[in-house]
């Protein structure tokens, strides 16, 4: 059971917007900035978003990141094929330090 | 560009003790601006944060691990290694290196991962 909640699947069509939800609490996402991480079949992770809404180098602007509370959000606008791939969230927890969603399988349909 | 690699045996018996260690290229080892973290991936399943160590040897531990997980750096060899005690099937996944931004001196607290290593599968089986 993870810290942080994600639907544990989206889906969308080429050229949708699509957002990925992640529920924590006050000792996690409440207090701490948010990263998200984009890991397409096969391979390793890669940092999609940190510090809540900051894009490295390298990523499209197509990807966004959001935090309300104790809540944050990845939106993918203009959807395209190669983004079908697992995203996980991430924090800092206050009592358990570095903690990970769940994981979010998205469909491109 | 940083390149990570992690090397190690492939299958550990259970009880026993997993080693892996992560190789830093193209960077250096001894930054003051990053931690370098171990996270493992059972197959199938999400991604779970071992612990990070500081080229000082200051670590940080999953909790829920510290009590088997050791966590070493050799600067001289670009290298930092993790140690996992008593191993069982639960303990079998991909185990990736990091490079890891620590703050957590103020709120809010800020860490993320990049870049990560290829990741090494590490199964415990007799």
């Known amino acids: 059971q993870s810290v942080l909640t994600q639907p544990p699947s989206a889906s969308g069509t080429p050229g949708q917007r699509v957002t990925i939800s992640c529920s924590g609490s006050n000792s996690n996402i409440g207090s701490n900035t948010v990263n998200w991480y984009q890991q397409l079949p096969g391979t390793a992770p890669k940092l999609l978003i940190y510090s809540n809404n900051q894009r490295p180098s390298g990523v499209p602007d197509r990807f966004s990141g959001s935090k309300s509370g104790t809540s944050a959000s990845l939106a993918i606008s203009g959807l395209q094929s190669e983004d079908e791939a697992d995203y996980y969230c991430?924090?800092?927890?206050?009592?358990?330090?570095?903690?990970f969603g769940g994981g979010t399988k998205l469909t491109v349909l | 560009q940083l390149q990570l690699q992690e090397s190690g045996p492939g299958l550990v018996k259970p009880s026993e003790t997993l080693s892996l260690s992560c190789t830093v290229s193209g960077g250096s080892i001894s930054s003051s601006s990053y931690y370098w973290g171990w996270i493992r991936q059972p197959p199938g399943k999400g991604l779970e944060w071992i612990g990070s160590?500081?080229?000082?040897?200051?670590?940080y531990y999953n909790p829920s691990l510290k009590s088997r997980v050791t966590i070493s750096v050799d600067t001289s060899k670009k290298q930092f290694s993790l140690k996992l005690s008593s191993v069982t099937a639960a303990d079998t996944s991909v185990y990736y290196c990091a490079r890891h931004k620590v703050i957590i001196a103020a709120t809010p607290r800020s860490h993320w991962f990049d870049p990560w290593g290829q990741g090494t599968l590490v199964t415990v089986s007799s």
């Open positions: 991430a924090t800092w927890d206050d009592s358990l330090n570095g903690v």
């Open positions: 160590i500081y080229y000082t040897g200051s670590t």
